[in-house]
């Protein structure tokens, strides 16, 4: 059975850092790009950012780019992301989602129970 | 970047009433657009793959079809089961994109 458990998520000032973390399990976590999504209180869906399963390719959305790092640890079947430079938008519950194949351009097949992260001063 | 526009952001339905969600595209996406469902304090769940693909274990009143820019998510005869928000997804480029969003309340 397939799954993703994030952590990390908590209140941070602006400015601030956090890293959350996707612990995956049930898969072989190295073949698949995996995916960070966000959910803003009450708003919709939002594409954060993707690591690939072959190579080391990412990709970030134009909000965070520059400020989110996205990196994994094949060894740990783990996905994190690390957020700099905070902001009040960034504010959201975080979702860590499994892509159907290595690369970007598939669809979502497992998500996790999502992280609340919560930028404020 | 593509932008997803669906149509209408709220729907009030009876139940065993049929339901048409809406999803267009900027520009042409092929067949590469996903539909979701997220029931309230849940995560999104896989409901329709490459706009028409069924998904294993989703019951099958919920279909889906279009190409290119024009797709619809189609929910017949509802039940009091089906009451979330659906979203669109699109995977054609490099920067995937949701659409807003489709809250379907049960009368």
């Known amino acids: 059975e397939v799954q993703l458990v994030e952590s990390g998520g908590a209140l941070a000032q602006p400015g601030g850092s956090l890293r959350l973390s996707c612990a995956a399990s049930g898969f072989t976590f190295s073949l698949f790009a995996m995916n960070w999504v966000r959910q803003a209180p009450g708003k919709g869906l939002e594409w954060v950012s993707t690591?690939?399963?072959?190579?080391?390719?990412?990709y970030y959305a134009d909000s965070v780019k520059g400020r989110f790092t996205v990196s994994r640890d094949n060894s740990k079947n783990t996905l994190y992301l690390q957020m700099n430079s905070l902001r009040a938008e960034d504010t959201a519950i975080y979702y860590c989602?499994?892509?159907?194949?290595?690369?970007?351009?598939?669809?979502?097949?497992?998500w996790g129970q999502g992280t609340l992260v919560t930028v404020s001063s | 970047d593509i932008v997803l526009t669906q149509s209408p952001e709220f729907q009030s339905v009876t139940p065993q009433e049929k339901v048409t969600i809406t999803c267009r595209a900027s520009q042409s996406i092929g067949s590469s657009l996903h539909w979701y469902q997220q029931k309230p304090d849940q995560s999104p769940k896989l409901l329709i793959k490459y706009a028409s693909q069924s998904i294993s274990g989703v019951p099958s009143r919920f279909s889906g079809s279009g190409s290119g820019t024009d797709f619809t998510l189609t929910i017949n005869s509802l039940e009091a089961e089906d009451a979330a928000t659906y979203y669109c997804h699109q995977s054609s480029t490099l920067s995937p994109s949701f659409g807003q969003g489709t809250k379907v309340e049960i009368k």
């Open positions: 989602a499994k892509s159907y194949g290595a690369y970007i351009g598939y669809f979502f097949d497992y």
């Open positions: 690591f690939s399963g072959s190579g080391d390719t990412t």
